[in-house]
């Protein structure tokens, strides 16, 4: 098997400094950091604004949002910065401008409008909440929120785990127009707290993800390979795990290395890593 699984020297996923619960480092120095460590292709992939919907449904609902996503406002500038950037270093590096989109149940109509409102070079479409304890709860906020707001409100985590995966599938299905980001984020990202809470079967959510990768397979998706996770202290695992990237592999699903950079000094990390799993996959025989 060669390397057409994957492209090298791109970048999938990173954020900027329209990101609140990032750095203040202006989007430019990503890609001048980008352009050193040798990046070919970069994509913007911001948080856009959130439903209004769920800041009135989520624990200290607007200050919360405010940290998580862009504003209305911004969102203009961001598309505008991000332009002048492709144009400025058009000859150094191809500089994709898009979003990284939550999907939310029933606040689809929300998510199309956006969508439909703007036109994405790439994207992704990512799962950060779930219904929880008294309203709507970001997933992956903090430990002690994920215990409080989620373990306790569906009597465990494996609970949690399996209401996260079928928001996953539904976010698969569902009808989001002709702008849909075709490649989903870190699809493990339920994983960032395993060192805190934990399944007791380590493969007790190897079914639904397998369940998940054909859904993927079967809507010509692509995955996010998301070095993330990690460098996260209580998951200390890329999402999705190599078992996960493997199957994926073998499925022919496309695979995109994403840093998820929230600061300058985030770019390109794990690619090492990431290349040497690409490696060793494309000497197995699937």
Known sequence: MGHEFFQKGRDGHTHTHFCKHGSEENAELYIVEAIKKGFQQYSFTEHPPLPFELTQTIPNGQWLVDELAMSMNEL??????????????????????????????????????????????????????????????????????????????????????????????????????????????????????????????????????????????????????????????MCKEIYPPIWVIEEAVKLGIPLVYGSDSHKVEHVGRGYDYFIEIMNQLATKPF
């Open 76 to 233: 203009k500038d961001y598309f505008k910065i991000g332009k002048e950037l492709k144009e400025k270093y058009q000859e150094q590096i191809d500089i994709l401008v898009g979003l990284e989109v939550d999907f939310i149940s029933g606040m689809e109509s929300f998510t199309r409008d956006l969508l439909d409102s703007h036109e994405l070079e790439d994207g992704l479409l990512s799962v950060h909440f779930l219904p929880g304890k008294d309203g709507w709860r970001c997933v992956d906020f903090s430990a002690e929120d994920f215990q409080d707001g989620l373990v306790k409100y569906y009597g465990s985590v494996e609970k949690v785990y399996d209401a996260y995966y079928e928001m996953v599938e539904e976010s698969i299905e569902a009808n989001l127009g002709p702008n849909k980001p075709s490649r989903i984020g870190h699809l493990t990202l339920i994983h960032k707290y395993q060192d805190f809470v934990r399944p007791k079967d380590p493969d007790y959510d190897r079914e639904h993800i397998t369940k998940i990768l054909s859904k993927v397979k079967q809507n010509g998706m692509e995955l996010d390979v998301n070095l993330a996770g990690f460098f996260q202290p």
